[in-house]
């Protein structure tokens, strides 16, 4: 911070620094070799002349070096400094996304838990009107509700995170999923007594639809920690 101070301070009176400069170098000595040439005012013979003008040219670009040293050590330092803040970011970008690659593996499971349930329990209903296994699969539509809403939640809100790729995609794939089951779900909101009237061919051809949605969502989900974590190398 003392670095980023000092080269601020120095851009902002650059022009100021000029002209003290020009007035050390040019105005000081002319001034001095002027009051040394009035006879009322004499500094010595040229010799002595020749020594004021090389000790004082000599202080000035050993002051001159001395502020380019201290110049290049504050940018240096400068530097280092906004490296060493890049380093850091990227490791807690890394530790996150790790984290939530993870969290997303994780629900994901009990999502396919859950829908596995739900189908299992909605399709026994459907053949058989047993109030209990009807009510077992609501419930299973209730939590399959709530762990995609949670789903949908986090990746939208790191879906403009550009430090992340395909949430969007992901994110699509998982609602393309809760729409088939919701259409699956409400088998078990059929009064028993109008059972009859399901096709179940279109059931079965439903099921498959959502095993091939789940298979590819889990492929997508392997991308989508692929492409994230090899970011973080």
């Known amino acids: ?28 000595p002319s001034a001095t070799y002027a009051l040394s040439t009035i006879p009322v005012l ?26 380019y040293v201290m110049f290049k050590s504050f940018q240096d330092s400068r530097e280092n400094q906004e490296r060493v803040l890049e380093i850091e970011r990227l490791k807690e970008i890394k530790k996150e996304k790790i984290q ?19 189908i299992a329990e909605t399709v026994e209903y459907t053949k058989t009107g047993d109030l209990e296994i009807r009510n077992r699969a609501r419930e299973s539509n209730r939590k399959e ?40 779900s409400k088998c078990s909101e059929i009064e028993p007594n109008m059972l009859h009237k399901i096709n179940h061919d279109k059931i079965n051809e439903l099921k498959k639809s959502i095993f091939k949605d789940m298979e590819d969502i889990e492929r997508k989900i392997i991308v989508f920690i692929e492409k994230n974590l090899d970011f973080c190398k």
């Open 100 to 118: 939530f690659c993870n969290y997303i593996v994780e629900q994901f499971a009990i999502l396919k838990e859950n829908t596995n349930w739900l």
């Open 145 to 184: 509700m709530r762990i995609e809403s949670i789903i949908s939640i986090q990746l939208s809100i790191r879906e403009k995170d550009s430090n992340y790729f395909g949430i969007g995609e992901l994110r699509n794939s998982i609602g393309l999923l809760m729409h088939m089951l919701y259409h699956i």
């Open 1 to 28: 911070e003392v670095a980023i101070s000092v080269i601020e301070w120095i851009k902002l009176n650059i022009k100021k620094l000029i002209i003290a400069g020009v007035i050390m170098v040019i105005i000081i």
């Open 42 to 67: 004499p500094m010595g013979g040229n010799n002595d002349w020749a020594g004021f003008w090389g000790g004082y040219l000599g202080a000035i670009v050993g002051g001159v070096i001395t502020l």
